[in-house]
């Protein structure tokens, strides 16, 4: 395995780049630049300025116009800049040429959530899947990134593949892909058996967009100590515990966030990791309330869902932070009935959407989480109603 870098060299500074393309608004576009302001903020860099250009279709040469990358270039003339991060995917050329102009370290969205990915991956499959999907990435982009391979010194976009000249054949890279897939077969075989092994508890999971509090709600639910932070991808690898609610026991999965324009290589070696998704027998899709896109955080995940067929299984939705959505919605003048009128209204049209399987709560506050954990508890005791139909007490 390429040895990585995760050590960042200091505090890099970054320009973020976006494109407003037909059917968005800059508005939009401005929303999707805040999250990758996030994504930069989790690898460790710092967003110092913004640019935004309108146009129908990329340019295929350098992505923004001639225009735009001359004012990107006499911004970051003289301003200690050390990355430039656009907010879409960039082909070998289209990097070489820019960083040709600007004479600044260049990566796209992809390789961003690739380098967090890197710095997050603690267990041996995680490893192996995010090496994977670097090499996946690198391959098509290997003609054009030679030059820009060969200069990368460290810091953001630079862990893992794409760090030594040695590394860039074309057939070193695919014999590299082989060793890799292999590799992962094997560990996808130890973990199928490991999952095979659990018996027959009812399996639920939580899923949801990455950063919505999915580990902090593993952790209440099963007073357990997953690791949490506010920051996007804390969590790489599942993490299953068995739980008791009233004498109903069942085991309980965090996985891995999704996200906007997630890699689909970083997907595609992360499916045997999504197989606790697939092989879940209740979802919980756990929803950042008081984020201003949460609709389009909920289409995202759905849309994921369906990718990894799980869609139909049942789901109960959990909005989380409600602490949050109150304080950034209600000032102190606020009559109490009509926020009690708001919130009211707010729970009907969850529970008319989801046909009333919704739940409100606080994980930080833990509040409402009675109501959630009597929710679940009426779901698994169903399922193993339907299951296992003359039984009365499971396992």
């Avoid at 030059?147 to 010194?153: I, S």
């Amino acid at each position: 395995m390429i040895e990585k870098q995760h050590k960042i060299k200091g505090e890099e500074r970054a320009v973020l780049v976006g494109l407003v393309q037909k059917d968005q608004t800059y508005a939009q576009v401005e929303e999707y630049l805040d999250e990758l302001a996030f994504l930069a903020d989790t690898a460790g860099a710092t967003s110092v300025k913004r640019f935004m250009q309108k146009m129908q279709h990329p340019d295929s040469r350098t992505f923004v116009g001639k225009g735009k990358l001359e004012e990107i270039r006499d911004y970051v003339l003289g301003r200690n800049i050390d990355l430039i991060i656009f907010d879409d995917e960039l082909t070998g050329s289209q990097i070489t040429n820019i960083e040709k102009e600007l004479k600044v370290k260049t990566i796209d969205r992809s390789d961003l959530i690739l380098d967090i990915f890197a710095r997050r991956a603690r267990t041996a499959q995680a490893k192996v899947q995010v090496e994977l999907a670097q090499y996946q990435y690198l391959l098509p982009r290997l003609k054009g990134m030679w030059q820009h391979l060969e200069r990368q010194g460290g810091g953001i976009g630079t862990r893992g593949p794409g760090e030594t000249e040695i590394e860039t054949d074309r057939r070193i890279v695919k014999d590299k892909i082989a060793l890799l897939r292999k590799r992962l077969a094997e560990i996808d075989k130890q973990s199928f058996t490991q999952r095979k092994d659990r018996g027959e508890f009812i399996r639920v999971s939580l899923v949801g967009y990455t950063n919505v509090g999915k580990s902090t709600l593993m952790n209440l639910l099963s007073k357990s100590e997953v690791f949490a932070e506010n920051k996007l991808f804390a969590t790489l690898d599942t993490t299953t515990r068995k739980v008791v609610f009233e004498n109903t026991p069942f085991l309980l999965s965090d996985t891995v966030g999704f996200i906007r324009k997630l890699p689909h290589h970083l997907v595609e070696s992360f499916k045997s990791t999504l197989d606790e998704v697939r092989e879940a027998d209740i979802l919980l899709h756990v929803v950042d309330i008081s984020h201003p896109q949460h609709e389009d955080q909920i289409g995202v995940v759905n849309k994921t869902l369906q990718e990894l067929k799980a869609f139909e299984k049942p789901i109960l939705t959990v909005f989380n932070k409600m602490d949050l959505y109150e304080s950034k919605n209600f000032d102190e003048w606020l009559p109490d009935d009509v926020r009690i009128e708001i919130l009211r209204e707010l729970r009907e049209k969850w529970a008319h959407i989801t046909d009333n399987n919704c739940v409100f709560v606080s994980a930080l506050e833990r509040s409402n989480i009675d109501v959630l954990r009597t929710s679940i508890m009426e779901k698994v005791r169903a399922m193993y109603q339907v299951r296992y139909p003359y039984k009365t007490v499971y396992f």
